[in-house]
């Protein structure tokens, strides 16, 4: 047995990677999926997303994968726009309030909720050290989120992620001052700036 040539074009477009969703649209059945799992021509690497066997697992891709409405952000979209070096542990993701989090992935990133009409405020795409597209929030965006929900975050984070930032040269502060208004946290980003630029 061996992959189906349409759908096996669509692994190599998507890098390796197909999605339960890609071979219905394919015109195929779920099932095929199960078979080349069991033939081990595939791997389930998530729910809904599977790779071929020797393919490196881009777990940001494929989690991104399985909700539209993800989107990366705080330490993770601060890695993603090179302002940290480290990778996150555990990646973290923003999600309307009106939607949630599908079970299956509530032990594999933290989560935060905004409301639905400030969700898509800032959202650009960066690629992934294994160089997928994901969306995540622009640096200045990341920059409020950090301010917003600082008594969840670790301060010196919050306070290292405002730091490179007053050293980043693709800065835009003008487009801070427009979040920082949108997002209520004016008050507190002039606090750090103060202290720091």
Do not use: W
């Not at 015109?27 to 069991?38: A, D, E, H, K, P």
């Not at 990341?142 to 301010?147: A, R, S, W, Y």
């Amino acid at each position: 047995m061996e992959i189906n040539q349409m759908i096996y074009d669509e692994i190599k477009k998507n890098n390796n990677i197909i999605t339960t969703a890609q071979v219905l649209a394919l015109g195929y059945s779920n099932q095929i999926l199960t078979n080349y799992v069991r033939e081990g021509l595939l791997e389930r690497c998530r729910q809904g997303v599977y790779t071929l066997p020797n393919a490196v697992h881009d777990d940001m891709y494929t989690l991104m994968l399985r909700s539209d409405k993800i989107i990366f952000s705080h330490d993770t979209a601060l890695f993603l726009n090179g302002l940290s070096e480290r990778t996150p542990f555990m990646h973290t993701v923003t999600l309307p309030s009106n939607t949630a989090l599908p079970n299956s992935l509530k032990d594999e990133c933290n989560c935060f909720y905004v409301k639905p009409e400030l969700h898509g405020v800032g959202v650009i795409e960066r690629y992934t050290t294994l160089g997928n597209l994901v969306r995540c929030y622009n640096i200045e965006r990341t920059i409020c989120d950090f301010l917003r929900c600082r008594k969840r975050c670790d301060e010196e984070m919050v306070i290292s992620a405002i730091k490179n930032y007053a050293n980043y040269d693709g800065k835009d502060l003008n487009l801070l001052s427009i979040y920082s208004k949108q997002f209520k946290v004016a008050k507190d980003l002039k606090k750090y700036l103060e202290v720091l630029l």
